[in-house]
């Protein structure tokens, strides 16, 4: 059995199960936290993204409900809270890591569908 949370931590675990509802979820996190500053629709988002607006909008609405963005005026940008920041930032880091990264696949597509390879 792989030790994701061995090789992930235990704040980006919890993040990830809190947050990272799919992979779309995951790009739009990376997205904003490498764009901190971006304030944009959501045909805005969903351009940068290479996206559809109707995919997008169920994530978007779930990230903002978990408070890492905020929504105003038909505006989305990044807004979490400085603890948070800090297990977003390491999420992102993990993303660069190849083992890292393949854990994080594996969790999220685990949640996405729990019945493979169980």
Known sequence: MYDLEGVLGPSVMAFVDKHVR???TWDILVFFHRNQDAVLDIEGLASRLGRRVEELAP?????ADGRVLAIAGGLIRYKPAPEMR???CEFVDSCQDRGRRLALIALVLHKINPH???
């Open 86 to 88: 800090e297990t977003i």
């Open 116 to 118: 493979v390879g169980a």
């Open 22 to 24: 799919s992979l779309l």
């Open 59 to 63: 994530e978007v609405d779930a990230l």
